[in-house]
């Protein structure tokens, strides 16, 4: 079992940044895989970045790509997403998920933060 408690969430302004956190409880968390959706008011949960932990590979969501960065601290067993650039439209709930690599779906989500950017 992983669980993942992220922080960092807030209200900002557009153009500011902030970052997020994700905490796993996990000793270890070679080929998992970690990642970001999101859920804005009314709209599907999106994606938003990933991270394969052992390799650092990543990639992200058209929207997101130029903008935010996700990275991680093997030593703190946490993830984060940086966030620059900030758009109204980046306005949701962040959730921190996390999967085994071979798995087909996240099996792992946080009970999210909210990021709200204001005009």
């Known amino acids: 079992q992983v669980q993942l408690v992220e922080s960092g969430g807030g209200l900002v302004q557009a153009g500011g940044s902030l970052r997020l956190s994700c905490a796993a409880s996990?000793?270890?968390?070679?080929?998992?895989?970690m990642g970001w959706f999101r859920q804005a008011p009314g709209k599907e949960r999106e994606f938003v970045a990933f991270?394969?932990?052992?390799?650092?590979?990543?990639a992200y969501a058209d929207s997101v790509k130029g903008r935010f960065t996700i990275s991680r601290d093997n030593a703190k067993n946490t993830v984060y997403l940086q966030m620059n650039s900030l758009k109204l439209e980046d306005t949701a709930v962040y959730y921190c998920?996390?999967?085994?690599?071979?798995?087909?779906?996240?099996?792992?989500w946080g009970q999210g933060t909210q990021v709200t950017v204001t005009s």
């Open positions: 998920v996390a999967k085994i690599a071979s798995a087909s779906g996240w099996d792992y």
């Open positions: 991270i394969a932990w052992t390799r650092g590979t990543t």
């Open positions: 996990r000793p270890t968390f070679s080929n998992y895989f």
